[in-house]
């Protein structure tokens, strides 16, 4: 049951960042609801006030090029939208991917890829509301109990993993987020400047300041090919055990000229993974340099009892994300 809380859908931007600006955390940019909904209903989440941004849509949501040539995704445009429109399938393909591979269709139709980056992570733990280090207790308790679903990369001492597949694939694009200030300014800053791990006064793995909104996710113009690939539990409409974005170019002579190699469902944060990128730059995409490749991405990896399987797991997505990139890896 969700306590009592105020909802007002503002039909100005500076409406809403005054209030999240004089609110801080109590007040919350509600946009599709898939997540946020559900931590309210769990209690795990205290708001007293909401604010739905689908007045805004006009502003916020759909798919452009912008005026630096880059393509400027609107916070509020659904993954289902993402995974469609015809300029992320032909230039950014492994982002029209991952959104596909995301959730369910209904749940695509109804999630934001602004609330995307926002979502919380998926531990079971966190999400039963037990009192783990996230929730203010004193250890994680998934590190002597459940790991199967958590991070192999060394991280203390939450083990979550980051939940999103379209960042994992948006920082294979180097892909930057623009953000309203109170005030009025806007800026824009790589989005990997604003992943961070989660903490117990702030349990998102993106950071905002108070008063901040993200008005839209920006790609740069992409050379190249790409692809994503993604481990599940079940079939489809899970989350990543494992997953790989990759985007590669080739010089005339078929050597790798560029390479972005990035890896989710591994750690808090999506992982570039920058030895492996070196791994292939100047090689052809032989069965050879995959195999360097793929064993560079995973150097490091220190996994516990119950998730050793998932840098096999990793392995075999990153293998197979190669390949469908070449078709002389073998
Ligand atoms: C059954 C299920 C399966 C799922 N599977 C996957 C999966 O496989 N891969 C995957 O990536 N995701 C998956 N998800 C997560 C889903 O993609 C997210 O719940 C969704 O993208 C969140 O978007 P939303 O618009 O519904 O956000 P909301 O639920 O409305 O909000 C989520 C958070 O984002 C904040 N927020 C929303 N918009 C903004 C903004 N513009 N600026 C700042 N803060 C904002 C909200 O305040 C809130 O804190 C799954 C979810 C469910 C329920
Ligand atoms: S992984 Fe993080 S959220 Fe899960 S039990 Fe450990 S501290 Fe809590």
């Known amino acids: 049951m ?5 909802y007002d859908r503002p039909a100005a931007l500076d409406t809403v960042l005054d209030v999240l600006l004089r609110e801080g955390r109590r007040a919350r940019p509600l946009a599709g609801g898939t997540d946020l909904l559900q ?26 090029v912008g005026p630096g040539g880059a393509l400027r995704i609107g916070a509020l445009t659904t993954l289902a939208e993402v995974a469609e429109h015809p300029l992320v399938r032909g230039s950014f393909r492994a982002l029209a991917q991952a ?32 009192p783990c280090w996230l929730h203010g207790g004193r250890s994680c308790l998934a590190a ?21 597949d379209p960042a994992t694939a948006l920082l294979a694009f ?20 604003r992943l961070k791990d ?3 006064d702030d349990p998102h793995h993106f ?54 190699v990035v890896l989710g469902g591994v750690a808090g944060r999506p992982r570039r993974a920058e030895a492996a990128e070196a791994a292939l730059l100047g090689r052809p995409l032989d069965a050879e340099a995959v195999a360097a490749a793929v064993e560079a991405a995973l150097e490091g990896a220190a996994p516990l009892p119950g998730n050793a399987y998932k840098v096999e797991l990793a392995k075999g997505i990153l293998r197979k994300a190669l390949q469908r990139l070449s078709p002389q890896a073998g």
């Open 39 to 64: 931590l309210l209903k769990d209690g795990l989440l205290e708001v007293e006030h909401l604010l739905d941004l689908r007045a805004l849509a006009p502003t916020l949501s759909g798919i452009a």
């Open 207 to 260: 950071h905002l300041e108070e008063g901040e909104l993200i008005t839209a996710v920006l790609l740069p113009p992409a050379e190249g090919e790409s692809v994503y690939e993604k481990a599940m539990e079940r079939a489809a409409w899970s989350f990543a055990l494992a997953a790989a974005a990759v985007r590669l170019s080739f010089s005339d002579g078929g050597r790798v000229a560029a390479a972005r």
């Open 198 to 200: 989660p903490d117990p």
């Open 99 to 130: 959104a596909q591979l995301s959730a369910s269709p209904q749940l695509r139709n109804m999630a934001t890829i602004g609330g995307n980056l926002l979502q919380l992570n998926r531990c079971e733990y966190f999400r039963s509301d037990l």
């Open 174 to 193: 180097d892909a930057r987020v623009e953000i309203a200030r109170p005030g009025g300014a806007v800026v824009e800053e790589p989005l990997s400047a």
């Open 144 to 164: 002597e109990g459940d790991h199967r679903h958590h991070a192999i990369f060394p991280q203390a001492p939450c083990l979550a993993v980051h939940p999103s």
């Open 2 to 6: 969700i306590p009592r809380i105020d």
